[in-house]
């Protein structure tokens, strides 16, 4: 894969997914490789996060480098009014990358435009978040394979940056998308125009029961407070969308039960010790996920 900068899902072709993919299956056995002892990785996060983080830090440490943390926004200029023009332009002279998640939705394609190293994006608002969908389909490809694939989507369809970009990656191969979700969070009339564009074989639900015998992969996700502008639209879904043990009996003995985390609660523990449940190695897979992508960029 050869782009300058991970801004969505939309740029990457077959080909490109595959290799990251291949690529990644030789980095998930880590050997300690340090092809990139000189690199350094900018990291910028204007929101909250746990496994995206980390796994960027671990991924380019395991590849021999290193990262720059801004840290907490509190702590940097950008309390004192500082652009994001401006941030990315100054960090870009200390690193040879930047991995940049902010809550404006565009932010990253943004910063892009004003420097000249790789600016991943690690999320944007309800934009994209393409990243976590190349360990998605990393993480679907060892458990169901990519094409015959029936995958049911569950959850906030309308604010769920990792659904916008799943879905989009998911029209490079041979799978039909179920989406299930109460109609105030369908998919975004945007997001369903590109997947018909595309050629997409999409149905959207507003239950879950009819369509789970037929899936491959159950991908949930939580109904996400802080995208919700009206908090009475959040409280009158929330909790609505959820899979406990018993509708697991319905499902297919090998369905994959996904999900992006972190979760409160739309699946419940007790799924945890059952072989559906794969969400917790589906974190895992982003530190190889992420250190192919990084040994292409850098």
Do not use: C, W
């Amino acid at each position: 894969m050869r782009h300058d900068h991970v801004l969505t899902a939309k740029q990457f072709s077959r080909a490109d997914i595959e290799a990251v993919l291949d690529r990644a299956a030789d980095f998930d056995r880590p050997t300690g490789d340090t092809r990139h002892t000189d690199s350094l990785l900018g990291l910028l996060f204007f929101e909250p996060s746990t496994r995206t983080k980390m796994s960027f830090e671990a991924a380019i440490k395991r590849l021999g480098g290193d990262v720059l943390d801004m840290g907490s926004v509190d702590s940097s200029s950008v309390t004192k009014g500082e652009s994001l023009a401006d941030t990315v332009r100054v960090i870009e002279g200390y690193a040879d990358a930047l991995v940049l998640r902010h809550p404006q939705q565009g932010a990253a394609k943004m910063a892009s435009e004003f420097v000249d190293v790789p600016v991943i994006n690690a999320g944007d608002g309800a934009g994209h978040h393409p990243t976590q969908t190349l360990l998605d389909l990393y993480s679907i490809r060892e458990n169901a394979g990519l094409d015959d694939l029936t995958i049911g989507i569950m959850g906030d369809l309308k604010y769920g940056r990792t659904v916008h970009s799943l879905a989009q990656a998911l029209t490079n191969f041979d799978a039909t998308q179920h989406f299930v979700s109460p109609e105030s969070l369908a998919l975004p009339p945007e997001v369903r125009y590109d997947l018909d564009e595309a050629g997409a074989a999409v149905e959207e639900h507003t239950e879950l029961a009819g369509v789970l015998p037929e899936l491959d992969v159950l991908y949930v996700t939580r109904i996400q407070r802080e995208r919700f502008p009206d908090e009475n639209e959040y409280r009158a879904v929330a909790s609505a969308y959820g899979i406990d043990r018993s509708m697991l009996e319905d499902a297919k003995d090998d369905l994959s039960v996904m999900h992006p985390l972190p979760r409160v609660d739309e699946i419940d523990p007790a799924i945890d010790d059952t072989d559906h449940a794969t969400y917790f190695d589906q974190a895992h897979n982003g530190v190889p996920v992420r250190m192919a992508l990084l040994d292409s960029l850098l």
